[in-house]
Structures are given as structure tokens and as C-alpha cells.
């Protein structure tokens, strides 16, 4: 690949048809033609030993289902591991959020491994340096669409993939609010009319509108987000007071 702001995304997925997949289209599709960040979906199967290809075996102790050898995972990981963060998506793991997605935008890339069935064998987490992903509280049939949805969050923050460079800045999570609502013409529709002061030219008033739509839709429809933003503006990060003198 060539430029400056290339983001190698290598996935470990038993089904590697699925990749680039949605991630061929609009922004990203775009972006991946452009060598702006690559795609490399590896076959875990490929690193089974038996004649069967078998990449997994019933649960210690007993139990549903099937569960990911860690051998076999073990050996496609390193057959790819380099100086990249190696995330696995797995309903067990810490939130997604966009800090982190922000963090990894602007690496160098990153090695997913997608699970099925069950899910990993535990002893791949203390054995290899993995940090495991969750994208919500509900779980998938693999971890496929997880690493989709975490390669367009970062991808669309890559320089240059976005149209305006203020796109990925002025956007819900990034204050730690959700953002406020949009409107466009026609300025009135079904005898709905966009609000007054966005249409006022005032850009005080417009920013000051928005932000207080900003902080009223968190509080009602996300008073956990709230909670950790009004917090933090009550108890702010210590030094910051002295940081704000100094400048």
C-alpha cells in the first residue's frame, strides 16, 4: 500500500467472503481504492492440522455448543502479528467507544479476531496480548459484524476520507454528548417549520441552541452519558484548573 495515512485492517474470521463486504461501499469503498487503509481477511481454518480442518472442539466441563481451539487461533494470530493492536470482538469485552475508536484511527491499523460458535478459549487472552471488544449488551452469530462496524468508525476518521475535516470532530460521543438534531429544506414540511434561530443567521444564538440541544437529548435519552459528562464538569481531570491558568 502507498501514502502516508495507510490503516492495515487484518481480520481472522472463518468467514473471509464477508470482507470488505459493506465496507466496499460509499466512504469506505472509496477510501479502500484510494489505499487510504487495506483489507486482508485470513482464513482461521487455514491453520487447523487435521485432515478435517477442525477449528474447534466441545466445552471443558461440559455445556452447549462449541468453542474456538486456541492452537489453531493461536497459530493464524501469529502468522499475522506485527507492531498493530490486536482486538477480538466478543460480547465479553469493554464497551467500544469512540476514544478508543479515535485511538485506533490514528494508528497504524489493526488485527481483529472474529469469533464463533461459543465463543475463544480463555487461554488465547492470557497468552497472546488481545483486548477484547464489545459493540452493545446483545450478542451475534460471529464477530464479523462487530469488526465491520468498528472498521467504518474508524475508517471514516482516516485524513481525507471524510469530506470536511470538521465531520468527525462536531459529532454525538465526541464531548461525550449526543449531538443535536438537524434540519434542512424544505424549510417547512407537513406544516412542520425548522426552528427560528437556525434560520436566524445569529451564529451565537445557533451555537448556543445547539448546545443546549445537545445537553438536554443526552440528559433524556442517555442519563448515563450525562452523568459521566456533568460529572466531569463539576470535577474536572485533576491539574486542569492550573492548566487553564497557565494559559
Known sequence: MTGPYTFAATILT???????????????????????WSCNAVNIRDFATD????????????????????????????SVADDRPILAMT?????????????LAGGPGTIILCGRFEGFDERIFDARPIEQLSIGDYVLSGGEMGALVLLDACIRLL?????????????????????YPHYTRPPVWEGRTIPEVLRSGDH???????????????????PDLWERHDGARVNPPSGAHEQTKEE
Open 91 to 103: 460480547p465479553r469485552g469493554a464497551p467500544l467507544t469512540q476514544a478508543r475508536v479515535r485511538s
Open 204 to 222: 451565537a444564538r445557533i451555537s448556543a441552541w445547539r448546545k443546549l440541544m445537545a445537553e438536554t437529548d443526552t440528559r433524556l435519552r442517555r
Open 51 to 78: 485432515k478435517h480442518r477442525t477449528v474447534d472442539d466441545t466445552p471443558a466441563g461440559g455445556g452447549a455448543g462449541m468453542v474456538l481451539r486456541a492452537d489453531v487461533v493461536a497459530a493464524a494470530l501469529d
Open 159 to 179: 485524513p481525507g476520507v471524510m469530506g470536511a475535516a470538521s465531520s468527525g470532530v462536531d459529532e454525538s460521543f465526541e464531548t461525550g454528548l449526543l449531538e
Open 14 to 36: 472463518l468467514y473471509p467472503d464477508m470482507f470488505p463486504g459493506p465496507l466496499g461501499q460509499s466512504i469506505a469503498g472509496r477510501a479502500l481504492a484510494e489505499a487510504k
